[in-house]
């Protein structure tokens, strides 16, 4: 089937540090890749995308790469800030302009 | 420049209540979607239109669910017959095109059934 996972959280890091939340999806084929983002009270909005095997999105410091070896679609940051606080989801596109989304991950960034 | 609205932003229903939902897509988006955001989790997909053509309802949980989208803009999603389990946050997105990767998100509607 078409389904994505992700890790759970919530993922608590200090101000800096290093970030990865894990996401691997079932696919037939190769479908493009996403990771949006929930700030509190407000709406999903997309934070990047990758359209296809290799490719690497990034956006606002964040990065992911798609991986078809290992059919994963990593978000990573360098060096996280308190504003980043926020749930992120993956996400893969599915036919008919739908998209499939894991459950989220909350992340808390403390100063 | 106005994103996708939602209205209402809240609401509460008894069981057995029939609700409509409104969605306002993004002017000029041909293609819009409904999606229900259970507490803790991620979007489901619900039903996905392209102009007034409604493409794949496959995601609707059953038949008391149904949405349109008559002049190819504003679309409402009704429940008839609410049940406690359709509480949730029903999120509608809008999309320039078929194939265009970036739906644009409203700030969804929070439905409690009491």
């Known amino acids: 089937g078409n389904s994505v996972t992700q890790m759970e959280g919530p993922v608590t890091l200090s101000e800096e540090a290093f970030l990865t939340i894990n996401c691997t999806y079932t696919?037939?084929?190769?479908?493009?890749l996403f990771w949006y983002v929930q700030y509190p009270g407000e709406g999903l909005q997309l934070l990047l995308k990758?359209?296809?095997?290799?490719d690497k999105g990034s956006n606002k410091g964040f990065e992911a790469t798609y991986r078809k070896e290992t059919t994963s679609f990593h978000l990573e940051k360098g060096s996280v800030q308190v504003s980043d606080s926020a749930v992120y989801f993956c996400a893969r596109y599915t036919g008919y302009s739908t998209l499939t989304f894991g459950k989220g991950t909350m992340l808390l960034v403390s100063p | 420049g106005a994103g996708v609205s939602q209205s209402p932003r809240y609401k509460v229903a008894k069981r057995g209540q029939d609700v409509a939902l409104r969605c306002d897509p993004i002017s000029g988006h041909v293609s819009l979607f409904w999606y229900q955001q259970a507490l803790g989790q991620g979007p489901e997909f619900l039903t996905y239109?392209?102009?007034?053509?409604?493409?794949?309802k496959s995601g609707l949980p059953s038949d008391r669910f149904f949405a349109e989208r008559p002049e190819g803009s504003v679309s409402t999603l009704k429940i008839q017959r609410t049940q406690q389990e359709d509480s949730a946050v029903y999120l509608c997105?809008?999309?320039?095109?078929?194939?265009?990767?970036?739906?644009?998100f409203g700030p969804g509607t929070r439905l409690t059934v009491t």
């Open positions: 997105a809008s999309s320039l095109a078929e194939g265009s990767y970036e739906q644009y």
């Open positions: 696919a037939t084929g190769y479908p493009s």
């Open positions: 990758a359209t296809k095997a290799d």
């Open positions: 239109f392209q102009n007034e053509a409604q493409l794949d």
